[in-house]
């Protein structure tokens, strides 16, 4: 069988297995005090084009995203984000578990606009006791969506002028974030980002490494104890030398893009073979994630050999499905792919 579910099916890319096992023996402090997480914090500084941001490491999504969130927020303070945000149905309540409320805005391509903020900031200004409400404390937003689409440059810079315009933090969920970069229709840097963004992620779970998710902080009024934020949600990694040493050489060499890209190669090669069978998509995505339509004849012949994810039921006689590529997926698993698809 062979799987196009998701994009953390493989394990690490071989240059990363490679340094762990050279530094295993190694003795270093622990907890992200090491040698290997100080480089990797200056290769992402030097990334990103700014000495100023501040690095850490979690092991995470979901926990990168309960700790962000709960260090911004307020006791009374929800976060702002699209419906198919991952706070808001992928991560079993964390965010409500720790006392804070997910403010969902309905959204058919999974992104939020500058227009959605700011109605939602005013419509709360405006009710006849405000105190009553929960108060959107800040603002999640996910590059790539779930639904794999990108925010553009203009639409990025816009939802961030709103944001300062109410002092709401921006937070950008990055767990995807090099197959956002790569993608055709992204014009956004990481410069860009870190300049808009007064926090973001880059995802390396599913992006070459074993595990592990780097928290980049701009704004400096949300630096202060970050730490104690991270050990009191589980997340200062007693080895943390493990997650320098991964996001040290995911940003040596440029490798975090290229791999990134890659996946978005694979991607487009099979969206470009549906295309011409004429299958329609629920959501038109220009990332790793494809949702093409098929009719359920066509789901049931290609799940012989090939495991995708359920996405939505059509009607009667038709599935939406997820089909994901990674850095790690196969050219010649692609090829398959591409001529049964051609054959159904």
Request: with cysteine; proline share 3%; hydrophobic share 40%.
């Amino acid at each position: 069988m062979i799987q196009f579910q998701c994009d953390y099916n493989e394990g690490a890319h071989p240059l990363i297995m490679q340094r762990l096992l050279e530094s295993n023996m190694e003795q270093t402090i622990g907890y992200g005090e090491d040698p290997y997480c100080n480089q990797a914090r200056l290769l992402i500084q030097q990334a990103c084009d700014n000495s100023n941001v501040d690095v850490h490491f979690l092991v995470g999504g979901t926990q990168t995203n309960t700790t962000v969130i709960s260090h911004i927020l307020r006791p009374y303070q929800g976060v702002l984000t699209a419906g198919s945000g991952h706070i808001n149905v992928h991560e079993t309540g964390a965010i409500e578990s720790t006392g804070h409320k997910v403010l969902s805005i309905a959204s058919p391509d999974g992104k939020l606009t500058a227009t959605q903020i700011e109605e939602a900031v005013l419509a709360h200004q405006h009710e006849d006791g405000p105190e009553h409400m929960v108060q959107p404390g800040m603002v999640y937003i996910s590059f790539p969506t779930e639904v794999g689409t990108v925010y553009t440059l203009n639409e990025l810079e816009s939802i961030s002028a709103v944001c300062r315009k109410y002092a709401l933090p921006l937070f950008v969920d990055g767990a995807r974030l090099g197959y956002g970069l790569c993608s055709p229709e992204s014009d956004i840097t990481l410069p860009q980002l870190a300049t808009l963004a007064d926090v973001f992620y880059i995802g390396g779970t599913k992006v070459g490494a074993l595990f592990g998710e780097a928290v980049v902080i701009s704004n400096d009024t949300l630096k202060r104890d970050f730490r104690y934020s991270i050990k009191r949600h589980g997340g200062m990694l007693a080895k943390g030398r493990l997650l320098g040493i991964q996001f040290a050489q995911l940003f040596t060499d440029n490798l975090y893009m290229q791999i990134a890209q890659h996946a978005i190669d694979e991607a487009m090669r099979i969206k470009s073979a549906l295309q011409a069978k004429g299958i329609k998509f629920l959501i038109e995505s220009p990332t790793n994630q494809q949702f093409p339509i098929f009719s359920n004849a066509q789901y049931e012949e290609l799940s012989k050999k090939y495991l995708f994810s359920f996405w939505q039921r059509i009607d009667e006689e038709h599935t939406a499905v997820r089909i994901c590529t990674s850095w790690a997926t196969k050219s010649e698993n692609v090829d398959c792919l591409i001529e049964d698809i051609e054959n159904l």
